[in-house]
């Protein structure tokens, strides 16, 4: 899975078009980096811009857009009614997909350490960046504004994380850290203003002060009332979705307001969202309804019917999840070719693709056979009772095959990157060590690829499989015995991949552990393929 960042820098400019353009066109010119949003604020005179990445794109397109800030934005003239302490006054980012908060900590600093150095200015960490209390929080450090951030950085508490006390009058200072993803969210009613806000009291962590606490931990809200559409909204901001998800928030706002005979028609996100929040909801309703849905699209689909998200304006995926919006897939060029290339990429003069993504397509096709064996079965009249067992058993194989698909390009891509650091120039000690280096790291991914596959063949489709040749459409036996047979070549082709990458690691105890994992796991999947074929044959006698 790729790592994708979200970067949400807020510049203090709302109201020139053209520097708040260059800004824009700073990141979008940075490869790698895609730009999702720009809003401007002409009151605020502050720009906040939305864009995502990986960890090296991300900060790259930061320090691209701060440049262009530092040569147009002059903090001397700047006035506006936000409260404000540099030209790039804030800069967070938010792990969104396949990055933890720890990783995001290491990207903040090294962006703040970079500004410092290649602009000249203070750099402030703040959030989960900050190891100081006193100054962990936005209004903490930005108490005094610009104005008062000359003489704050001379105090000795105030001493930046990067950078001199030196004071830069064009600039000011700038903050960055980390923070999670930020949902913006709104409950639609056919209420009063001051209905609505007296349930955003129940909900929200504050509540109404400190001996009246709301219910719902991580979650900021107000009521309002929208005049053009004639409705009232519950305006929720929830700033850690894995403590309080979308749905969580749209039933409690729900169940209040059924208690005092209110109507809740629907809800809206505002800005853009994570996959992940969208499949909470989905699976929570999948769970409550007990539903049996596999596609990703589908649960997209339920999620938004259920929180009615399309009440206002149409919810439309493409553009406003993130993922979606980046086009971006983890299946290779070699998985979305067609079968014919794959086959014929294999048999051409290269190393690659070679016996690691052919073992990796047998097994995720073998995970799909036994799958299909499962559909096969459930719904139809003939098995009605064994309708609950195949709820049970459909999906860890539909998610282990789909799942396998990246496995085909990652083993090429792991040859390739071993070849490229055999390339490496060793000229000096500086070059021989850095070759090294990327030798050790490309020599463990070599091996790693294929162990994962052998892992996530014996974990989820062993006991599937079993079962479905004890219970699963009769009619469908030699899918089961083929698919059988797929993930058990796909686990020996794994385990010959261990066995030639092995070679290239000296150091003999990782060697031996390496060793022993593999060939365990091939007895495992020897086991599992044997008792299959014998659950099978049992039932054909």
Sequence with gaps: MSKIIECVPNFSEGRDKSVIKAIADAVRETPGATLLDVDPGHSTNRTVYTFVGNPTNVVEAALNAAKVAYKLIDMTKHKGEHPRMGALDVCPFIPVR????????????????????????????????STRDYRKTMPQIRAGEYEGMKDKLQLPEWAPNFGSREWVARWGATVTGVRKFLIAYNVNMVATKEQ?????????????????????????????????????????????F???PIHIAYEEAKKDAEEINLAVTGSEIVGLVPLVAILQAAEFYIQKENLFILDEDQKVHLAINRLGLSTISPFKPKERIIEYCLEESDVGELARGSVEQFIRGVAARTPAPGGGSVAATVAALGAALGAMVGQLTYGKRQWEALDSTMRQLIPPLHQTATSLIPAIDADTAAFNNYMAAMKLPQKNDQERSSREAALKIATE????????????VNTDTWDCFTQLAAVGNINCRSDLQVGAR???AGAWGAY?????????ITDEVIKAKYLKE????????RKGCSTVLEAVDKRQK
């Excluded at 991914?445 to 996530?456: A, F, N």
């Excluded at 010959?496 to 290239?504: A, P, R, T």
Aim: charged share 20%.
């Design 98 to 129: 396949g990055v933890t908060v720890e990783e995001c900590v290491i990207v903040a600093k090294t962006f703040g350490k970079r500004l410092a150095e290649e602009l000249g200015v203070p750099v402030f960490l703040y959030g989960t960046a």
């Design 486 to 488: 797929c993930l058990e």
């Design 445 to 456: 991914e070599t091996i790693q690829v294929p162990l994962s596959l052998m892992r996530k």
């Design 518 to 525: 593999a060939v365990d796991l091939l007895q495992q999947a």
């Design 242 to 244: 894995d403590v309080t």
């Design 196 to 240: 609505a806000h007296r349930i955003a009291l129940n909900l929200r962590e504050q509540g109404r002060g400190p001996d009246q606490p709301g219910r719902l931990r991580c979650c900021q809200a107000i009521g309002w009332y929208l005049q053009e559409q004639n409705i009232a909204q519950i305006s929720i901001n929830l700033t850690d």
């Design 496 to 504: 010959y991949n261990v066995l030639i990458n092995l070679d290239n």
